[in-house]
């Protein structure tokens, strides 16, 4: 069955440094890809997403680039601040349109000032 | 974006209870919820699908008995663990999901049974 496998965390960083958050999937076809964002005390939110091979999804900083040669969906950004603490998650749907979620473990991120 | 309101956001009850989780969507109408559940360090796991209205549809492995899933309007689901036991304790979060739009998530509830 469809399957998203996340790095696990916690995963601690100073303020400004690069963020890598890896992600790959196993899934026939031609999912769509996802990631959430979880603040604390908060309900998960549409970081950014991707619904073919090659696409970029883009969102406050963070970006992921579809790879359908790696089955990866890695999530990144280039100078995180103490905000982004928060638990990442990456998702994919094969059903187009039903939201029909299979996610990762989710990642803990802490950003240190 | 649309607001998903989940209560209560933790709650601790005696095993062979019940327990209600309330799933609401403030701003929107939701055609169809979802209900997740999530074990310590495992990923959200899908237990069952909800047309308002209608019977929910429960995945795999998931007892429809155990847990009683009501979605009698659009904007409210709800979830009711029946005769909780320890092995229930987990994560629970619903999300609402409009045709042509994104799911949006509720809060999340930790439930731990004692």
């Known amino acids: 069955g469809d399957s998203v496998t996340q790095m696990e965390g916690p995963v601690t960083l100073s303020e400004e440094a690069f963020l890598t958050i890896n992600c790959t999937y196993t899934a026939t076809g031609y999912p769509s890809l996802f990631w959430y964002v979880q603040y604390p005390g908060e309900g998960l939110q549409l970081l950014l997403k991707a619904t073919k091979a090659d696409d970029k999804g883009s969102n406050k900083g963070f970006e992921a680039t579809y790879r359908k040669e790696t089955t990866s969906f890695h999530l990144e950004k280039g100078s995180v601040q103490v905000s982004d603490s928060a638990v990442y998650f990456c998702a994919l749907t094969r059903i187009q349109g039903a939201q029909k979620l299979v996610f990762g473990q989710g990642t803990r991120l802490t950003i240190n000032p | 974006g649309a607001v998903v309101s989940q209560h209560p956001s933790r709650v601790i009850c005696k095993s062979g209870t019940s327990v209600k989780i309330e799933c609401r969507s403030l701003?929107?109408?939701?055609?169809?919820m979802f209900w997740y559940r999530q074990f310590p360090k495992q990923s959200l796991m899908l237990m069952a699908t909800?047309?308002?209205?209608?019977?929910?549809?429960?995945e795999q492995g998931v007892e429809k008995d155990k847990f009683l899933i009501n979605h009698a309007s659009l904007t409210l689901s709800t979830l009711t663990v029946t005769s909780a036991h320890p092995e229930d304790s987990s994560f629970y979060i619903c999300s609402g999901w409009v045709v042509g739009t994104e799911a949006f998530f509720g809060q999340g509830t930790r439930l731990t049974v004692v």
């Open positions: 909800s047309n308002e209205g209608s019977k929910a549809t429960y």
């Open positions: 701003d929107f109408q939701a055609t169809t």
